[in-house]
């Protein structure tokens, strides 16, 4: 496969990927609205169970529309996999948004407001975005070309081996 139609696959399963983000994210920051505003829980606890939610869409989205063609190593080493790619992202996202509520808070002396709260839990789910779509192309749905057998039987060529979607 020469490297255009690389860009173009990876395009369109960076593009599935987004749109299954964005939802998750809706649901993600719906959830954490809720789990804060309304029922009054701490922020990291609100965060870490909002992303929990927002998880079980993210893996169906991911595995049947995204990834969708991708090889499968079993369905519970796979979700295994998601899950601790999950648990590393969440966590991430949890730190960020402690450490950005403790820096408004330093900087203001008083509790991040409503927005301040939403902005930097924004900005965690961008940075988390990033690292998890490089977990999930690379590790959770790897992609083997069902072709990589024979074109590389009896060569020692390994740049063909990662594939670019």
């Known amino acids: 496969m020469d490297r255009r139609s690389r860009l173009r696959r990876l395009a369109g399963v960076g593009t599935r990927f987004l749109i299954v983000g964005g939802i998750s994210t809706l649901i993600e920051v719906g ?15 609100g965060k870490i ?7 079980i869409n ?58 301040i709260v939403n902005l930097i839990n ?16 690379y590790i959770v749905f790897r992609h083997t070309p069902k072709d990589a057998t024979a074109e590389t039987a009896g060569s020692d060529d390994r740049s063909g081996a990662v594939s670019g979607d």
């Open 31 to 45: 959830a954490f609205n809720l789990f804060v505003f309304v029922f009054g829980w701490d922020l990291v606890v």
């Open 122 to 137: 924004l900005g965690s789910i961008a940075v988390i975005v990033l690292v998890r779509f490089v977990l999930y192309h």
């Open 49 to 55: 169970a909002a992303s929990l939610v927002a998880l």
């Open 58 to 115: 993210a893996y169906i989205g991911n595995r049947e529309w995204a990834f969708r063609g991708r090889d499968r190593r079993g369905r519970v080493a796979e979700i295994v996999l998601f899950l601790a790619v999950n648990l590393v992202c969440t966590l991430l996202g949890a730190g960020i948004v402690w450490l950005g509520a403790e820096v408004v808070q330093g900087a203001t002396g008083h509790a991040p407001s409503l927005p």
